[in-house]
């Protein structure tokens, strides 16, 4: 069977991995999107372990169309009773980046139209819609004059994992911190720190990871349960399976914050997973977080700028660097931000630089590799060097490879 998982911009080549990991054949990147193969067992470890997959989709049916009225009537040829009755709920979403059918929601009521028509010439009565949960979620996309047409196998979107209870303002998407932490190549063989960890969702994803903890675990409900062909055997041997992967953490997992409500968030939603003991949760500056080990990764979402006066943002995050120079040498630092201005003052050059979306915003994921002093030395000659033998200096660096604010982003 052929498969489409959904994802976010940046992601695809994690989710790439986690489908091969899970026994996945042919997978392939696309745009926030991987294409693969597999059985049905595949389908539903897919919808259970997959940490930044939005969606599991299966195809159905692909054509071209010449506009609105071509895509009603091809729609309409395809045997809806094989994929429901007419007492079932029907749901449509649909994605269009085509000229010939513009209006996403106009596309996705003629596809509604197409199958409860052809359930009434049939049967004297039409199914009914359903939005919230559906027998049948179907998923629309168009592309210029090409459709897919796919069954969507998750009903909710997997981001939903189920233990976000209580949340500050501007919380990070679970899909997009699992993915942040892939991104990182963190091997759960070192602490993980979050000292700005609003509601908890990076430590909480971290601690699923460590554990081994499918992310969708406590999920009571899928799509490709109400479908017809649900084997529940398989699907209990395959969350069994699961449960019974879970390992123990040979490290700790902390996250803080200044803020008291966002501290209160985090204790409920590890509750609600079922994760109290996973994660140690302290109120603090993260000026005063020191580090309990040698080595480590740091990982924040800090704010960006909407709530912060300009020259107050900027000292913000030059804060941010001169705590992570005075305190967290020997550690990797990893800063999700929106604000290419104010991250300069930071006063670290990134080794690594990812692009990502928050949501609607155009984001950066930066990697500090944070040395115990410079991570150049001179040798007996007096010239530079590193591990790649001598190398030139620019005057304008200094310890921690600091830089100016017109940096090239």
Same mark, same amino acid.
């Given at each position: 069977?052929?498969?489409?998982?959904?994802?976010?911009?940046?992601?695809?080549?994690?989710?790439?991995?986690?489908?091969?990991?899970?026994?996945?054949?042919?997978?392939?990147?696309?745009?926030?999107?991987?294409?693969?193969?597999?059985?049905?067992?595949?389908?539903?470890?897919?919808?259970?372990?997959?940490?930044?997959?939005?969606?599991?989709?299966?195809?159905?049916?692909?054509?071209?169309?010449?506009?609105?009225?071509?895509?009603?009537?091809?729609?309409?040829?395809?045997?809806?009773?094989?994929?429901?009755?007419?007492?079932?709920?029907?749901?449509?979403?649909?994605?269009?980046?085509?000229?010939?059918?513009?209006?996403?929601?106009?596309?996705?009521?003629?596809?509604?139209?197409?199958?409860?028509?052809?359930?009434?010439?049939?049967?004297?009565?039409?199914?009914?819609?359903?939005?919230?949960?559906?027998?049948?979620?179907?998923?629309?996309?168009?592309?210029?004059?090409?459709?897919?047409?796919?069954?969507?196998?998750?009903?909710?979107?997997?981001?939903?994992?189920?233990?976000?209870?209580?949340?500050?303002?501007?919380?990070?998407?679970?899909?997009?911190?699992a993915g942040m932490i892939l991104l990182s190549g963190w091997q759960c063989d070192s602490d993980f720190t979050d000292p700005m960890c609003g509601s908890g969702t990076l430590p909480i994803e971290a601690a699923m990871l460590a554990y081994n903890i499918a992310p969708q675990i406590n999920r009571q409900n899928f799509?490709?349960?109400?479908?017809?062909?649900?084997?529940?055997?398989?699907?209990?041997?395959?969350?069994?399976?699961?449960? $019974?992967?879970?390992?123990?953490?040979? !490290?700790?997992?902390?996250?803080?914050?200044?803020?008291?409500? #966002? *501290?209160?968030? /985090? =204790?409920?939603?590890?509750?609600?997973?079922?994760?109290?003991g996973k994660v140690e949760v302290t109120r603090e500056r993260f000026e005063n977080v020191l580090p309990r080990s040698e080595s480590g990764i740091l990982m924040m979402n800090p704010p960006y700028d909407e709530r912060m006066e300009l020259d107050s943002v900027q000292d913000f995050y030059k804060g941010i660097g001169?705590? $992570?120079?005075?305190?967290?040498?020997? !550690?990797?630092?990893?800063?999700?931000?929106?604000?290419?201005? #104010? *991250?300069?003052? /930071? =006063?670290?050059?990134?080794?690594?630089?990812?692009?990502?979306?928050?949501?609607?915003?155009?984001?950066?994921?930066?990697?500090?590799?944070?040395?115990?002093?410079?991570?150049?030395?001179?040798?007996?000659?007096?010239?530079?060097?590193?591990?790649?033998?001598?190398?030139?200096?620019?005057?304008?660096?200094?310890?921690?490879?600091?830089?100016?604010?017109?940096?090239?982003?």
């Amino acid at each position: 069977m052929k498969f489409i998982a959904k994802t976010l911009a940046g992601l695809e080549p994690v989710l790439v991995e986690e489908l091969k990991s899970l026994g996945a054949e042919n997978a392939h990147p696309g745009k926030r999107a991987v294409f693969f193969e597999g059985d049905m067992e595949i389908l539903y470890r897919a919808n259970l372990e997959l940490r930044t997959a939005l969606r599991i989709l299966v195809p159905i049916s692909e054509f071209k169309v010449r506009n609105e009225d071509d895509l009603y009537h091809k729609i309409g040829k395809i045997d809806w009773s094989e994929y429901m009755s007419v007492d079932d709920t029907l749901a449509v979403d649909a994605v269009t980046t085509s000229e010939v059918i513009r209006h996403s929601k106009f596309a996705a009521l003629r596809v509604k139209d197409a199958i409860v028509d052809q359930f009434r010439k049939k049967f004297g009565k039409r199914p009914d819609v359903n939005t919230e949960f559906p027998t049948l979620r179907l998923n629309l996309h168009v592309g210029d004059q090409d459709v897919t047409l796919a069954l969507d196998s998750s009903g909710e979107s997997l981001h939903k994992r189920g233990y976000r209870v209580d949340s500050v303002e501007a919380p990070i998407n679970e899909v997009l911190a699992a993915g942040m932490i892939l991104l990182s190549g963190w091997q759960c063989d070192s602490d993980f720190t979050d000292p700005m960890c609003g509601s908890g969702t990076l430590p909480i994803e971290a601690a699923m990871l460590a554990y081994n903890i499918a992310p969708q675990i406590n999920r009571q409900n899928f799509g490709f349960m109400r479908w017809e062909n649900f084997d529940k055997k398989l699907w209990e041997k395959v969350r069994e399976e699961a449960v $019974l992967g879970q390992v123990v953490f040979q !490290h700790k997992i902390y996250a803080s914050d200044v803020d008291f409500k #966002a *501290v209160n968030s /985090v =204790g409920y939603n590890l509750e609600k997973a079922g994760m109290e003991g996973k994660v140690e949760v302290t109120r603090e500056r993260f000026e005063n977080v020191l580090p309990r080990s040698e080595s480590g990764i740091l990982m924040m979402n800090p704010p960006y700028d909407e709530r912060m006066e300009l020259d107050s943002v900027q000292d913000f995050y030059k804060g941010i660097g001169d705590t $992570l120079k005075k305190n967290w040498a020997g !550690h990797s630092a990893w800063i999700i931000t929106s604000n290419m201005d #104010a *991250v300069k003052t /930071v =006063g670290l050059r990134p080794s690594r630089r990812i692009p990502l979306f928050n949501g609607k915003l155009e984001c950066k994921f930066l990697k500090y590799d944070l040395y115990a002093g410079s991570k150049k030395m001179k040798d007996e000659r007096g010239e530079m060097r590193d591990e790649n033998g001598p190398i030139k200096v620019d005057q304008a660096e200094v310890k921690n490879e600091k830089v100016s604010g017109d940096d090239d982003w």
